[in-house]
């Protein structure tokens, strides 16, 4: 993994007491390989998996350190840390440059001060504090809180934006002054002044690509052919192992068309159980490709450990979800150094945003009624929280939102695709990557600088329902849309049947009837709706372990509304919406409950 903590503080004894305490603690998981470098006020540290892509100096000119892999547009090979200094002294504060590839990356210098950056979309995730002439900078909000001069304060503003949306809105976590650095933005600070976000870029530049009126639906997908291929030659070049994470859905079996297409040929790993639904798929893809396989199911009884791992390391800034990936760095320790993945390219190459495209008057009170359907509704907080604690804030963080949303474009469905990307995707889906460098170095293929241009500038109707997505298997490896596709549901048809669609229909339907026969007995062989289910014997571990800080919680909530949303956990949860999405928000409350544990 990266987990970092940069601290610049002109006391020297009171840094070298922050660091001698923190260094200990600074790796989550065993096994991991501590080192830092220091120059004047400015030290860091950092603990990383063995084969994690890291480059430092310290010397008499400063320091720079990159965590990843951070690619210059101008060149086919990562940026090394001394370039990297050189390159950001030298430019602009307004223009510095940005790098594709997922990485964070902070320089520092005496005289100017301390710059730092991430990838484009801010998967790689940076806090930050800054008080007089001292500042923290780290992958994670909890190690601040052993600095002499940190103060630990709970912010009510960004609980109602996890509450809301199911993540950090605006960066406003659950500390106040700490603050998640915004996606395609630079961090800049000198000592005694107030830190300054500066936009390195946006996704829709012309410079790198402007759309042509006159292009064909078939040129355009030509567009995205190369744009593709050329992403994955400069994050996963040849003559190097490589993992793919595969699953049964459309994303993983594109990947893994364009990388047969070029010759590599990387050892699969797929999440599930063999009987489920997402593994028949992906093991179709394997056989047809010819590829070697492992498939990993995490254990429920460890539910409850990688719940405390996702409560303290992350502060439910990407909601409380995803604890399962907390126990893949077993697994990916002895994979291979780096696994690509098809994260968020449903999205941003496909423009899949379901609960958007439902209406066809697309505007932010239909955009933000799905959205939200990940959280609780605002009526449902406004009972719940505690007026003197929370006042308004649910109807003013509900009206930002919509303020941030209309300021993205003048076209409906990229004000909605935008906010998506930056924030439910940016956090549910992306954090993902730092989860997963704990063992093998994520290559994440949509953080290139030219492939976001081309999607942000293809005309809605090229992207949207994954049209040019499904357009690109089926024209580009047709063998491959000819295999059965999961879609978190019994619908497995593929995208070219390869019998007729008569005869597929038939069979089909008899193999539903029978897989919903399994699951009203009680056997779900659909991955995400196993692993999420809140009423599961891993997930009821989760509630007994957070049951005896209820009470800590409930100074900020209303008790009988609390009680009646999660109850004790001899009860089930009862939903009457979707069974992933609509208990998400009643996931957040029980991480709220385990969070409280260390901070009321």
């Avoid at 923290?136 to 304060?153: D, G, K, V």
């Avoid at 107030?194 to 946006?202: F, L, R, S």
């Avoid at 439910?424 to 492939?451: E, K, M, N, T």
Wanted: charged share 20%.
């Amino acid at each position: 993994m990266a987990n970092f903590v940069v601290v610049v503080d002109p006391d020297a004894e009171r840094r070298w007491q922050f660091i001698n305490y923190i260094q200990p603690l600074l790796p989550p998981v065993d096994g991991l390989i501590t080192h830092s470098c220091t120059i004047g006020n400015f030290h860091a540290s950092w603990a990383v998996n063995r084969n994690a892509p890291i480059s430092w100096v310290a010397d008499a000119e400063g320091a720079a350190v990159i965590w990843g892999d951070a690619i210059p547009s101008h060149q086919s090979y990562p940026l090394d840390s001394q370039a990297l200094r050189l390159l950001w002294k030298e430019s602009s504060p307004t223009a510095l440059p940005a790098f594709d590839g997922f990485y964070a990356a902070v320089a520092y210098h005496p005289d100017l001060g301390l710059t730092v950056s991430a990838d484009h979309l801010g998967l790689f995730p940076i806090y930050y504090y800054v008080t007089g002439d001292i500042a923290l900078i780290a992958s994670t909000p909890e190690l601040f809180r052993h600095h002499p001069l940190f103060h630990t304060a709970f912010n009510p503003v960004g609980l109602v934006g996890i509450l809301l949306s199911n993540c950090l809105f605006e960066g406003q976590t659950l500390w106040k002054n700490v603050q998640r650095l915004t996606a395609s933005h630079a961090l800049i600070w000198k000592p005694g002044t107030t830190p300054q976000q500066i936009q390195q870029h946006k996704l829709l530049d012309e410079r790198l690509f402007k759309f042509d009126d006159s292009l064909s639906f078939s040129e355009q997908l030509d567009i995205l052919d190369q744009a593709l291929d050329k992403s994955l030659n400069l994050q996963v070049p040849a003559g190097k192992q490589y993992g793919l994470l595969l699953s049964g859905g459309l994303d993983s079996r594109m990947l893994a068309g364009f990388l047969h297409r070029q010759g590599i040929k990387p050892t699969t790993l797929s999440l599930g159980k063999r009987s489920d639904i997402e593994i028949e798929c992906a093991l179709s893809v394997v056989r047809k490709l010819g590829l070697t396989n492992r498939i990993v199911a995490i254990a429920e009884d460890k539910y409850p450990a990688y719940a405390n791992s996702l409560v303290k390391w992350e502060h439910l800034a990407n909601g409380f979800n995803w604890v399962m990936n907390w126990g893949l760095e077993p697994h990916l320790s002895h994979f291979t150094p780096k696994v690509i993945n098809g994260y968020l390219m449903d999205l941003v190459l496909g423009g899949k945003i379901p609960y958007a495209l439902e209406s066809d008057n697309l505007c932010f009170e239909n955009f933000f009624r799905g959205m939200n359907s990940w959280g609780l509704s605002p009526k449902l907080l406004e009972k719940l929280l505690r007026k003197e604690i929370f006042g308004e804030l649910v109807a003013k963080t509900v009206a930002q939102m919509r303020t941030v949303y209309e300021s993205y474009s003048e076209l409906e469905f990229r004000k909605a695709w935008y906010f998506e990307i930056y924030h439910r995707q940016r956090f549910h889906v992306g954090s993902a990557g730092w989860q997963l460098c704990f063992g093998s170095w994520p290559i994440i293929p949509i953080l290139d600088r030219q492939l976001l241009a081309i999607t942000a500038a293809l005309p809605v109707e090229t992207i949207t329902k994954r049209k040019a997505q499904i357009e690109l298997v089926c024209t580009r490896f047709p063998q491959l849309a000819q295999l059965p596709l999961d879609r978190n549901s019994f619908n497995v048809e593929p995208l070219l049947p390869s019998k007729s669609r008569q005869q597929f229909a038939r069979l089909f339907n008899l193999q539903s009837r029978w897989r919903k026969r399994q699951q009203r007995l009680g056997y779900e062989r659909r991955y995400y709706y196993r692993i999420y289910d809140i009423n599961n014997l891993g997930w009821q571990g989760i509630r007994q372990q957070a049951e005896p800080y209820r009470e800590r919680i409930e100074h900020l909530f209303h008790p009988e509304v609390l009680n009646k949303l999660l109850p004790a956990p001899n009860l089930p949860v009862q939903s009457s919406k979707d069974a992933i999405v609509g208990v998400s928000g009643i996931k957040a409350l029980l991480g709220l409950m385990l969070w409280s544990k260390d901070n009321f």
